[in-house]
């Protein structure tokens, strides 16, 4: 990645942004989820929850969610999460970048971040939910469909289920 941005860890500080950046997403397909909803994802597995940060201005102008989750499930985005799964699957919950920003491999940078630190953590899978076709793009990571999941009717008809192994090396 460019020394342009930087991938760190989500702050308290960073809400704003996040929620903006989720809402701008998201909202006109309605499966814009909110703030409670986000934060409640992210106290379940804070270290594992990143923001794409600019450097020289600090501002936040993408993010990654995941968080433990059981294999072949996954949250519903009209629920908060109650608390914390203990599991060797770790499920990317969202992945956001700034519009201006889409398209200039800055998400395969969060994701390769997220398999570095997945490994790192002893997870065995990653798991996600693509949304609006892009199960498509996922296969060029190693994703494979699970079309069998029955994905909760919160993520839209074309939502699929994915998962890739970790790889070890990071």
């Known amino acids: 990645m460019s020394g342009e941005f930087l991938i760190r860890q989500l702050a308290d500080g960073d809400w704003d942004a996040v929620v903006a950046l989720?809402?701008?997403?998201?909202?006109a397909d309605g499966?814009?989820?909110?703030?409670?909803?986000l934060q409640s994802r992210v106290a379940c597995s804070p270290g594992t929850c990143f923001v794409?940060?600019?450097?020289?201005?600090?501002?936040?102008r993408?993010?990654?969610?995941?968080?433990?989750?059981p294999p072949l499930r996954c949250p519903d985005l009209a629920v908060a999460e109650a608390g914390a799964f203990a599991s060797d699957n770790l499920h990317v919950h969202d992945l956001?970048?700034?519009?201006?920003?889409?398209?200039?491999?800055?998400?395969?940078?969060?994701?390769e971040h997220v398999q570095a630190r997945a490994a790192e953590g002893g997870f065995r899978q990653i798991s996600m939910v693509a949304v609006r076709g892009s199960d498509i793009l996922l296969r060029f990571y190693g994703y494979r469909a699970h079309r069998e999941v029955a994905v909760p009717a919160s993520y839209g008809r074309r939502a699929v289920y994915m998962s890739r192994p970790v790889d070890s090396a990071g």
Not at 52 to 60: M, Y
């Open 52 to 60: 794409l940060e600019q450097v020289g201005t600090g501002a936040v």
């Open 31 to 37: 499966l814009s989820e909110g703030r409670a909803a």
């Open 96 to 111: 956001v970048l700034a519009e201006e920003l889409r398209g200039r491999e800055l998400a395969a940078n969060l994701m």
């Open 22 to 27: 989720e809402h701008d997403a998201y909202a």
């Open 62 to 69: 993408g993010y990654l969610l995941s968080l433990p989750y």
